[in-house]
């Protein structure tokens, strides 16, 4: 394995270490997924091993040594230099610190990636706020298509809109 790609690197703005995820922050990357209270809760173990199987397309937001947001995504398979964000979280009482906006800057810089997708539904605002505002920040086009239809879910899943962070 590449050494630089297993070192875990720290960048660190306004008091808040921005770095890799590693295995022991899965249970603290569902515990924050879960008290959001706003996304989809994948198991522990999911989180678990994404830290570790997609640890070079996710990111760590970290206060004190504590994890307070996180950032899962992958590489698209069909497309290589695109990553896709799975999802985006931080702590209730770090909100509004523009800890999200960081990370994903942050995760797109070191990804080496030339776009970023990601679904977010019609009613999430808050979502649709967070990547305009990381694609003009980024001088990146935002685009958005309509993806996946809710009845897909089978539940009382809203539809996912495609949104495109994407080179003008």
């Known amino acids: 394995m590449n050494p630089e790609l297993s070192?875990?690197?720290?960048?660190e703005r306004g008091g808040v270490a921005y770095r890799r995820p590693r295995a022991t922050d899965g249970l603290r990357m569902w515990q924050i997924a879960r008290d959001s209270q706003v996304l989809d809760v994948n198991s522990s173990y999911a989180y678990v091993l994404w830290a570790v199987d997609f640890a070079d397309t996710s990111i760590i937001a970290e206060v004190d040594?504590?994890?307070?947001?996180f950032i899962t995504g992958y590489r698209r398979p069909d497309a290589s230099d695109v990553l896709m964000v799975w999802q985006v979280a931080v702590d209730?009482?770090?909100r509004g610190k523009q800890i999200a906006g960081t990370m994903l800057r942050e995760l797109?810089?070191?990804s080496g990636v030339s776009?970023?997708?990601t679904t977010?539904?019609?009613?999430?605002?808050?979502?649709q706020r967070l990547f305009s505002g990381v694609a003009r920040s980024l001088g990146l086009q935002f685009t958005r298509e309509?993806?996946?239809e809710a009845e897909l879910f089978g539940d009382s899943h809203e539809p996912e809109d495609l949104y495109r962070l994407s080179p003008a």
């Not at 070192?7 to 960048?11: E, F, G, L, P």
């Not at 040594?65 to 947001?69: L, Q």
């Not at 977010?120 to 979502?127: E, L």
Request: proline share 10%; hydrophobic share 40%.
């Open 7 to 11: 070192a875990i690197q720290i960048n």
């Open 146 to 148: 309509p993806f996946l």
């Open 115 to 117: 776009a970023i997708h």
């Open 120 to 127: 977010i539904s019609p009613d999430n605002d808050a979502s």
């Open 92 to 94: 209730a009482d770090q």
């Open 65 to 69: 040594g504590r994890p307070v947001g």
């Open 108 to 110: 797109f810089s070191r």
